[in-house]
């Protein structure tokens, strides 16, 4: 479903993303990881096209997304992005968050707006607070929000770039078991994170970046258990 070649990205003098190589199937739950600074989020936000990539191709359903006249609007409908802050609108409640996007490009009407977006609660744990503003909500309430929110359009991809690294310790479990349940429901989901446990016990792969570029991609088991890698095996190392 997403091929990724030779993908290279750099800020200045910075070369951020050197040369990476991905194929994800349809279904499966990918995780990253690797150390600050490594590229994770960079990767991420090549292939959604908030960065533009400077060399590389990126083929989604085989579809080469870098080529000009990419209708932007519908591509990024389809690629759900989560981000660590969760970037509510403060001004709306939470029915308003999720109805927005659908309803301005016309994916929803109207009428049927308002219970597409209770479902969409409901899915998140969350058809109690429709029609709360997001100040009135915890972190991980939020951020609960903001997935249900990505999921609106009806992505085929959903991106997470670190979504509970800035939660309270004690809500990063709800946000990763909404996560897991869309994992479960065959949901393709590229996931940038430090929860180890989530990587170990929900995905499919795990991809370890360094200095911009993959450096192991394995099931969990064996990369936790076995890194092949100096670099892999001393992150781990700190991190476990
Ligand atoms: P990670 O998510 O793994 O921590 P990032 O992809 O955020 O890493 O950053 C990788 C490198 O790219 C860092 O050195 C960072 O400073 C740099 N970088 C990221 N985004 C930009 C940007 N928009 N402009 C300049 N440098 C950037
Ligand atoms: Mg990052």
């Known amino acids: 479903m997403i091929k990724i070649h030779n993908l290279e990205k750099s800020f200045g003098n910075n070369h951020v993303l050197n040369g990476v190589n991905i194929e994800i199937t349809r279904g499966e739950c990918v995780c990253v990881i690797g150390p600050s600074g490594s590229g994770k989020s960079t990767f991420l936000r090549c292939i959604n096209l908030l960065e533009q990539p400077d060399a ?61 977006a209770v479902e969409l609660l409901k899915r998140v744990g969350l058809e109690d607070k429709a029609d709360t503003y997001p100040n009135k ?21 959903m991106l997470f770039d670190e979504p509970t690294s800035a939660l309270d310790p004690e809500m990063v479990g709800e946000v990763l078991e909404v996560m897991r349940s869309l994992a479960k429901e065959g949901m393709t989901m590229i996931v940038v994170t ?11 792969r795990v991809i370890f970046m ?22 892999t095996k001393s992150f781990l190392a700190k991190v476990l």
């Open 56 to 116: 590389g191709e990126i083929l989604i359903n085989g579809k080469d997304i870098l080529k000009p006249g990419l209708d932007l609007d519908a591509f990024r409908a389809n690629l759900g992005m989560v981000f660590q802050h969760f970037n509510l609108f403060p001004n709306m409640t939470v029915k308003e968050n999720i109805k927005l996007a659908p309803v301005r490009l016309q994916k929803w009407t109207k009428e049927e707006a308002d219970k597409k």
């Open 137 to 157: 909500l915890s972190g991980g309430q939020k951020q609960r929000v903001a997935i249900a929110r990505a999921l609106a359009m009806n992505p085929e991809v």
């Open 194 to 204: 430090h929860e180890m446990g989530f990587a170990k016990n929900v995905s499919n």
């Open 210 to 231: 360094d200095h911009g570029t993959i450096v192991e991609d394995r099931p969990p088991k064996e990369l936790f258990e076995q890194p092949e890698h100096e670099r």
